[in-house]
């Protein structure tokens, strides 16, 4: 059966996350994760694609980017997978493939969505319970939006500016952003769209893709069997997972 091309739209913002093959680690060490982003960002300068929030998990990577033209995040990400699998093969004298099959995608309507989908990305390790301060985690662009370091990978989105931009933006803006309670619709619909490689917004942003597209840009029902647990690799719930209780990020 032939593959369903992804939804795909020029200028328009893609949520992408790839994963490990059988769910196995991606990373090794940190030396891994500074070649990882160094061969980032040359496939984001060599596709002229802006990314504006990113996270390095164990076994899986989140990505937030912006692509010029349709196609160019599907050019980034073989850029990237290759380069990064022969070097990663090469170093831990291991064959094969490292990647978990195709990529997943979904694109993201701007404002709210936009800053929702930022804002998932940066607490991952949280739900993971990797760490604490989601600010502190070294290799996710929660730090360089929080403004507590520069990051030269970030683009600031139009949508991220007035939390994140150092000239408009109020200081600590996007850290209180993170520590806003975030409900269990808004995680189920953003894992949901991503599952489903749809398009995640409002009404008019969903009829603008499918009339450009020619596709469904909605999910179908999700079908979870009762007492399903979550895969081994994905983040974890937190014990309040409608709260980020966090004292360092307080809410508005």
Known sequence: MARV???????????????????SSCFVDDQDRHEYLSL????LDETQSQLHAYVLMGNHVHLL????????????????GRRYVGWFNLRHGRTGTLWE????????????????CSRYIDLNPLRARIATDPSGYRWSSCAGLCRLRQDPLITLHEAQRALCDPVIGAPGAYRAWLGEAITEDELDAIRL???????????????????????VATPRAPHRPVGQS????????SAHPTQVNLPLFPKK
């Open 40 to 43: 980032l960002r040359d496939a």
């Open 65 to 80: 980017v912006t692509p010029p033209i349709a196609g160019a995040v599907g050019r980034m990400m073989q850029k990237l």
């Open 230 to 237: 979550t895969r081994q690799g994905e983040e974890r719930p």
């Open 193 to 215: 769209y991503l599952r489903q490689q749809r398009a995640w917004g409002g009404s008019a942003f969903q009829a603008m893709v499918e009339q450009r597209m020619g596709r």
């Open 101 to 116: 099959g195709r990529y997943k995608a979904c694109l993201v309507d701007t404002d709210r969505y936009l800053l929702q």
């Open 5 to 23: 091309p992804r939804l795909d739209l020029p200028e328009v913002t893609q949520h992408v996350v790839q994963r490990g093959n059988n769910r």
